[in-house]
């Protein structure tokens, strides 16, 4: 069927009929990019009427036009002033108009109502409004999710504040570009609305008449629309087939019916029986019919010969700029106000006291200039809370507080030195412990970020729009200053400023003050900051999280606000400058949701000045080191820190101590000046060190200790005849434990659980070597275990408890997958029998690398202690929990240039308990003998390759595969080039 026949009724066709020589139409003042082919008017005039369209209006019987410009002010003939807003025409004689208000002084001879929701697509393309099934089955599959909120933009005020209240029922998703919480932009609104039970629907503009397509989008996708808006909507539609915020008294009585609705599936049901369009009211059809009649009403009066209208009455003729209809006002408490314009003061209450909250690192000379500016802000009310990080008391004193201490003595700034932290911990250091009860906006300034001297009138009078308590944000058009060859210049571009331009509700502050000491409350946070993928997906940064916390309280985005005003510099941003905020020495950790180390005193930064009896310089202090920044590059531990005094322990003399003076200044203590460990806490001797990787003797000296065949050495932490704990030099400290050769053997064991405990599916990975974690390809949260596979008797106990502890936290565990290289074998299979006898629910597999460890194993023989020895056979171990019904799946990863027989042959111990058999033949220069370490490289080079084989064994775990018992990987590779 074509799309005429779905868009005209037969009662069109035998009404109306082409004109005997066609019409010449032009339009003009539409919004940019109008094509009247796309538009449904143009539908009805060209494909019906006959008309032609023209671009050149001296050949234009009639003259179609709209609100965005002012060409027809030029046309001599008839005119026709068409627009979708809520828009009254001002007349003069022969003129004509089209909108979608129903209004008493409209003329019913030159106004034809032509509602906005007319021109949707969907009707565009199939002639009717329902675009899903309404059989009650269709429904409920359908629905999938909650309630949707999608707005691009614009003055909502009623709408937000009803999604504010409805969001403390359940969370809405927002996927416009208005308080969008999902990370997405929806491009096909009505599929993306057909998974929800409800949508809401709520007009900019409360006038009779104006409906547009925020309801009819609800209907055509089967989502049961809430709409507030026309009060005149049940005259248009059958009032049974939505939701009427009119039939309420407030959001809060309307949020206990739709919540009465989520939980009642029957009555919510019955809105879908009925008829979209009620018995007498009018329907798709019979408004096309009528407007192609009035068309040619018009045609057949007014332009044959384009003479010119009479001047007979005195209006004002047609302007684009016609005021707005009057808005619909029932009295109600929750009936939104006129908007106030922004030039005005605020009517009732006081101004915005606003809070400029600067953390910076390092910059001193950025933050020096950014303050000033800040001071020459033409908003009043205005306090500038400045954290200065990695710079010494010195640096501040000589070089910040000539310039900024009059503004302190006038109470317009606050500046403190605070130690370096991470992201979120460095920005909530500008306001920490002190009372921010009288401030209602706190600001996020960047230091090297350019500002507009009216930033924060803009910022003032955007809020001043918004419900109270609501945050704001910027996503729009902006300018970048960038720099070729050091030279400066503006480069228009969109900005997704998410830190430089966040503007902060107090609620957001006090909620993240309070999570920064509750490790719960803060891991909660982030995992609903995680959701939001549109943030994730660049990396983590302390701004995404904040803007989580901004949308669950209430956002709004200024950018549209500011176009419409034409503002075009509220914010320049700096292309590839380093942010302030990454300096944090546990920013790292800290993505990782490592939030405990922002209360860690021993992670902190400090830079320090110290004056030394032959010396003065400056030192950083972090991670238990100190190290002096000019001249010799002196290092040492940090003994004690405290605010009045340090005491360290240099690598090459003795302990000091230094006093804090009140300049700030450490000063070494005179009674300790040149003093020096005459008696080292150990005495010279000789030891003998086993590591995985090397044997050496190490010679102990004072607190040093040396290696002798190579220039490795560190400093002594703990010796004893039982126990090493040494401090490398460069690569950090290790444990080793005097086994009874006499020989101190190394010693090591972690436990690395993921942050996540809500996935159903975990790669435990150990790694029995003093190296980096090597496994991370599967796509599924990875439980990471390093020890000595020497000393695997010693640390299993640990292991067992540290798993069990996780699983018992982890209730939704369900499969797991052990992986491991051959020293890894004995230690996946022992730890995979444990979780078998504690949780027999959790389906469990195992997947070596290879797995025919025997006496021959590296480890087994010369490098291990004899004690230490496991002997178990990975075979027999596997068949003796089977016989006691501990079924674990076994998975083998075998690299080698061996064919599937030679395989099959140096696995024959194990073949009665493989699942699968993986093979890797490697091609020529592979470069590494050891198939463990061939293994290894063949993970880091073939990731996805690696992620499949786990998905094969999960799948295997889930019951869903049978899966083959040989599985050439040069195939898949194959496959995926």
């Known amino acids: 069927m074509d799309r005429k026949s779905h868009v005209f009724s037969e ?34 005039l060209k494909e019906r009427l006959g008309a032609v369209f023209v671009d050149d209006l001296a050949r234009a019987d009639l003259l179609i036009y709209s609100i965005f410009g002012n060409a027809a002010r030029s046309f001599k003939g008839p005119r026709l002033f068409y627009t979708e807003e809520p828009v009254l025409p001002r007349w003069k004689e022969g003129c004509y108009s089209l909108t979608s208000l129903r209004d008493g002084t409209l003329s019913g001879d030159r106004h034809f109502r032509f509602p906005a929701w007319l021109n949707a697509d969907y009707i565009r393309r199939t002639g009717h409004i329902e675009q899903y099934s309404s059989v009650p089955g269709d429904i409920l599959n359908r629905h999938e999710k909650f309630c949707n909120f999608v707005y691009s933009g614009g003055e909502f005020r009623e709408a937000i504040r009803f999604l504010e209240t409805l969001s403390q029922y359940k969370y809405v998703d927002s996927s416009g570009q208005l308080l969008n919480n999902t990370g997405m932009i929806v491009k096909d609104k009505v599929e993306f609305c057909s998974r929800y039970k409800f949508t809401i629907a709520f007009e900019n503009y409360a006038s009779p008449g104006y409906i547009t397509q925020k309801l009819t989008d609800a209907f055509a996708a089967g989502s049961l629309p809430v709409y507030w808006g026309a009060p005149d909507a049940c005259r248009e539609f059958n009032p049974g087939r939505f939701i009427n915020a009119r039939d309420f008294r407030n959001h809060a009585e309307l949020v206990r019916y739709v919540e009465h609705l989520d939980r009642n599936v029957d009555e919510y049901l019955s809105y879908f029986k009925g008829p979209l369009f009620d018995e007498g009211q009018i329907g798709v059809d019979g408004l096309l019919d009528e407007a192609a009649l009035f068309f040619k009403k018009i045609f057949r009066e007014g332009n044959a010969g384009r003479q010119p209208a009479s001047m007979e009455g005195k209006d004002e003729p047609l302007l684009h700029g016609g005021v707005f209809m009057p808005r619909y006002d029932d009295g109600k408490p929750w009936t939104v106000s006129e908007t106030v314009s922004p030039s005005q003061k605020r009517p009732l209450g006081r101004p915005f006291n606003m809070a400029a909250c600067i953390a910076s690192y390092k910059r001193v000379e950025d933050l020096l200039r950014q303050i000033l500016c800040m001071m020459n802000q033409s908003y009043p009310h205005l306090h500038v809370f400045a954290a200065v990080k990695g710079v010494s008391a010195e640096t501040a004193r000589r070089i910040l507080l000539p310039h900024v201490q009059p503004f302190i003595d006038a109470g317009r700034v606050t500046l403190r030195l605070c130690p370096n932290r991470n992201q979120l911990t460095n920005f909530m250091d500008t306001v920490r412990g002190l009372d921010i009860s009288s401030y209602d906006l706190f600001a996020k300034i960047d230091d090297d970020d350019f500002y507009d001297p009216d930033y924060f009138r803009h910022v003032a009078d955007f809020h001043a729009l918004l419900p109270d308590g609501y945050s704001s944000c910027h996503r729009g058009e902006g300018l970048w200053l960038k720099r070729h060859e050091g030279y400066p210049y503006l480069e228009k571009s969109f900005l997704l400023a998410l830190g430089p331009a966040q503007i902060m509700s107090r609620r957001v502050m006090e909620d993240l003050l309070a999570w920064e000491t509750d490790r719960a409350a803060m891991k909660e946070a982030m995992y609903r900051c995680l959701r939001q993928t549109g943030f994730y997906q660049f990396g983590f940064a302390e701004d995404q999280l904040f803007q989580t916390v901004m949308l669950e309280h209430g956002c709004a985005d200024i950018a549209p606000y500011l176009k419409k005003r034409g503002i075009h510099s509220h914010l320049i941003m700096q292309k590839s400058n380093a942010s302030i905020m990454r300096g944090g020495t546990v920013s790292e950790e800290f993505r990782k949701m490592q939030n405990g180390a922002s209360t860690d005193a021993g992670n902190d930064e400090h830079l320090v000045d110290i004056i030394h009896s032959d010396w003065k310089g400056c030192m950083k202090i972090s991670n238990g080191r100190a190290i002096r920044l000019d001249g010799p590059r002196d290092e040492a531990d940090v003994l004690s820190l405290t605010g009045v005094e340090i005491t360290l322990k240099w690598d090459k ?69 039982k126990k090493l704990v040494i401090g490398w030099d460069y690569w950090g400290k290790e444990t080793f434990l005097r086994r009874e050769d006499g020989n101190y053997w190394f010693s090591s064991y972690s436990f690395m659980a993921p942050d996540s405990s809500i996935a159903d599916e975990y790669v435990i990975a150990l790694c029995g070597a003093p190296e980096k974690p090597w496994l991370h390809s599967t796509g599924r949260p990875v439980i990471r275990i390093r020890y000595s596979s020497w000393n695997l008797e010693d640390h299993l106990d640990n292991m067992k408890r540290d798993i069990l502890e996780f699983l018992a936290a982890t209730p939704h565990a369900k499969r797991i997958l052990l992986a491991g290289r051959a020293e890894e074998a004995v230690a996946c299979l022992l730890l995979a029998s444990c979780i078998k006898k504690r949780y027999p629910s959790v389906r469990t597999g195992i997947l070596g690398m290879p797995w025919n460890v025997g006496p021959e194993s590296r480890h087994t023989e010369e490098n291990c202690p004899q004690e230490k020895r496991l002997r178990v056979n990975p075979s027999l171990l596997l068949k003796e929990n089977r016989a006691q019904g501990i079924d674990t799946c076994a998975y083998a990863f075998h690299v080698s240039n061996s064919n599937p027989e030679q395989v099959e042959n140096n696995l024959r111990n194990l073949l009665d308990s493989l699942q699968i058999i993986y093979n890797f033949s490697p091609p020529c220069g592979w470069g590494e003998k050891d198939e463990c370490k061939g293994a290894k490289n063949f993970i880091q080079q073939y990731p996805e390759i690696f992620k499949r084989m786990a998905d094969c064994c999960f799948d295997d775990l889930k019951g869903k595969s049978a899966p083959p018992e040989y599985i050439d990987l040069n195939a898949w590779i194959m496959e995926d080039r």
Request: net charge negative; charged share 25%.
């Open 11 to 44: 009662k069109l066709l035998s009404h109306v009929t082409r004109m005997d020589s066609p019409v010449c139409i032009a339009f003009t003042d539409f919004e940019s990019g109008f094509k009247p082919q796309n538009h449904i008017l143009g539908l009805i």
């Open 653 to 721: 003399w003795g302990v000091e101590t230094f006093t804090k003076m009140e300049e700030g200044a450490y000063r070494l203590r005179k009674k300790e000046e040149a003093a020096f460990l005459q008696s080292p806490p150990h005495a010279s001797s000789l030891i003998h060190l086993r590591q995985q990787d090397w044997t050496d003797g190490l010679c102990i000296t004072g607190n040093r200790g040396k290696r002798l065949n190579c220039n490795d050495g560190g400093e002594i932490l703990e010796y004893s005849d």
